[in-house]
Every structure is written in structure tokens, then in C-alpha cells.
């Protein structure tokens, strides 16, 4: 019997150095470094703005309020008959709140004090074009001639352009640059002889639109907006980390 238990005992404590061991290994794996590899994938497509914005505005001047809306509101007519002769329809238009406010002559006395005085009042009326026809609008910005001839003078900034499916290209690019950052990664790991594993994490990088081919433009980090161009490039990356088998 007391052999019996002495079997039993050295069997048992092998039996538990055996475990011993196997959760010792078990924890070394969990805690042993997983190799990883991290790649950037990016993408570029140019495209073609199909939504042209563009303000302009133009002012009347008075010796009193009343009168200077009075000639704004009638400088409105003609340049409302003048969008409509141009084939602007009139849901692209939008006339905003007319302002009003004094005017001033500034000079120096012959003290040398630079002084003010009220000379009347203003109205101002500024005007907002939306439209999908690109070319017209661009067509419009440089003749506005006809308005002058009338003593309407246009102060015109610069039309903006914008691309009404910009949602739809930012996704399709993140595909294809999250592809592209997969393609990156499989060539690293098969020429390093190792095998992609799962994906660990994936961040995005900022999305960009800039003018193509332009020195005058760089990337930010809240992501460049060009709306002075026509054509555009938009470009995006995504950075991809797999483990590594």
C-alpha cells in the first residue's frame, strides 16, 4: 500500500508539473510580440466639377434711404430681364436681402485730422447664381457689358465649382485605396517568405481636392477644398496594419 501511494504521488506531481508547463507556455504565447507589417495605400482621381456657383453685387447710391431702394429696386428689374434674356432660369437665382447703410467722404482738415462725413445713404444687393450649366454661367461672368451700358456696375467675384457627387467618389476611393494598401502589404510579406495575416487596424487618412498640376496648392491636415478650379484632384490613403504568419 505504501508503495501504491508512492506511484500515486510521483504520478500526481508529474501530472502537475506537466500543467505547469503547458499554462507556462500558453501564457508565453499569449504575451510574445505578434509580428505586424503597416502600409499606406493611396489613391488619385481627377474629375470635372458639374456645379458652378457664382455672386456678384451692385449698390445704388441717394441722398436719403428711400430713395437709394428706390434705384436699387429698379436696377433689380433690369437685372432680372437681363439673367432671363441670358437663358437663366430663375430657380438659379436667388436675390438676397437687400442692405442699406450711410456713406461717407473721408478726408484730412486743414488741421491734418482725418474726419468723416455722411454724403447719403447706400443699398446693396448682392445676387447668387446655382446653376449645372457650367459653361453659361463662365459665358455670363465675362460679358456682363450690357449692365455697365446701363449703369449697373457689377462688382464680379471669381465662380466657384463644386461636384454634387462627392460622397459616392470619397467612397469608391477608400475601396481602392484600402486595395491598394492590401496589394502593398502581400508583396511585402511573400518577399519577406511570410504569410498576410488578419487585419489589426485601419485609419484614414484626410481627403484632399486640389487643382491638378498646381504649385500653388498643398495638401493640409483638415484636408485641402479647392473651389477656384474647374478640373480637381482628389486624393485619399488609408493605412492598413495585418499581422504577419
Known amino acids: 500500500m505504501k508503495n501504491k ?9 508529474i501530472g502537475l508539473f506537466l500543467a505547469a508547463i503547458a499554462v507556462g507556455v500558453a501564457f508565453y504565447q499569449t ?4 509580428k505586424t507589417v503597416s502600409v499606406v495605400g493611396l489613391v488619385e482621381k481627377d474629375f470635372t466639377s458639374d456645379l458652378i456657383v457664382w455672386e456678384f453685387y451692385y449698390s ?13 429696386k429698379g436696377q433689380n428689374e433690369v437685372v432680372k430681364a437681363y439673367l432671363k434674356n441670358a437663358g437663366i432660369p430663375d430657380k438659379e437665382v436667388d436675390f438676397k436681402k437687400i442692405s442699406t447703410g450711410p456713406t461717407y467722404n473721408s478726408f484730412y482738415d486743414d488741421k491734418g485730422n482725418w ?5 447719403g445713404y447706400e443699398a446693396r444687393q448682392v445676387v447668387r447664381i ?4 457650367i459653361e453659361k454661367i463662365e459665358s455670363l461672368t465675362r460679358d456682363i457689358a450690357e449692365l455697365y451700358d446701363q449703369n449697373i456696375m457689377i462688382n464680379n467675384d471669381n465662380p466657384e465649382y463644386y461636384y454634387t457627387k462627392l460622397s459616392d467618389l470619397k467612397m469608391q476611393m477608400l475601396a481602392e485605396a484600402s486595395q491598394d494598401a492590401r496589394n502593398r502589404a502581400e508583396t511585402i510579406t511573400k518577399n519577406a517568405g511570410a504569410k498576410l495575416g488578419d487585419l489589426k487596424s485601419a485609419n484614414m487618412g484626410v481627403f484632399q481636392i486640389t487643382k491638378p498640376n498646381s504649385s500653388e496648392e498643398s495638401y493640409t491636415w483638415g484636408g485641402a477644398f479647392n473651389t477656384s478650379s474647374k478640373e480637381k484632384r482628389a486624393s485619399i490613403n488609408m493605412r492598413l496594419t495585418y499581422y504577419v504568419k
Open 60 to 72: 445704388a447710391e441717394a441722398g436719403d434711404m428711400k430713395e437709394a431702394y428706390s434705384k436699387l
Open 5 to 13: 501511494a508512492v506511484v500515486i504521488a510521483i504520478i500526481a506531481s
Open 115 to 119: 474726419r468723416q462725413v455722411q454724403t
Open 31 to 34: 504575451k510574445k510580440p505578434q
Open 130 to 133: 446655382e446653376s449645372r450649366d
